[in-house]
């Protein structure tokens, strides 16, 4: 489990982040929604220590924690298969050539090109795969729906769900509200860097109605 008490975040002196507080448990999926601007991507760095903040981020000694950047960034002259290497030699984990081939046969990658050059939902399914080899108990994902085209979106929904029955925790963003109400136990809604309410067992136009009256004034 993963618990933030009071994470407070300035940039130049200016608040972007305001007493944020919210837990995550074993087995469960997050998400969070907000408009541009609001805070999600830097929650997300704070939690993932990119970010200096005020306040705390406890983490299980056990966790192991996987993340896709909203814009995954890679360096020049690195093949996506050197990539997927670097990932799992990292963190320790033999290199397994026929998963990957196996792994790759859904995702479509061409794994010998480099990087840098891909599109982005390429990039984004280049990660994907790789978190899918890590196996990691915890994973943060930042818009990863942002860019996959159709049947990135289906593989990407099929591994959450997967992830979940494993009792692995996935935390992610989207401003696509029914591609989180499909498969998230709770979301959480981001106004002006404060979490200002959770959702549950709502569905998408619910949700867009409570938001639209009370937050956005449209």
Known sequence: MIEIRHLEKKYSGKAVLHDINC???????????????????????????????????NADADISIGYLDDTPYFYSF????????????????????????????????????????YSLGMKKRLVLMALMLENNNFNVMDEPFNGLDLAGTIILKQWIQQVRTENKTIV????????????CDDIAYIHAGCIVNHYQHKSADEIEADITEKYLKL
């Not at 907000?34 to 997300?44: D, I, P, Q, W, Y």
């Not at 290199?95 to 090109?113: C, G, S, W």
């Not at 992610?172 to 498969?183: A, Y």
Request: aromatic letters at 10%.
């Open 78 to 117: 690195v093949t996506g298969k050197e990539y997927i290497e670097f990932c799992l030699k990292a963190k320790q984990i033999p290199v397994d050539k026929d998963k990957i081939e196996e792994l790759n046969a859904k995702l479509q990658l061409p794994l010998h090109r480099y990087a840098s050059n």
């Open 23 to 57: 837990s995550f448990d074993k087995g469960q999926v997050y998400g969070f929604m907000g408009e541009n601007g609001a805070g999600k991507s830097t929650l997300f760095r704070c939690l993932m220590r990119i970010e200096k903040f005020d306040g705390e981020v």
């Open 172 to 183: 992610l963003s989207s401003h696509i509200i029914s591609s989180l109400t499909d498969i």
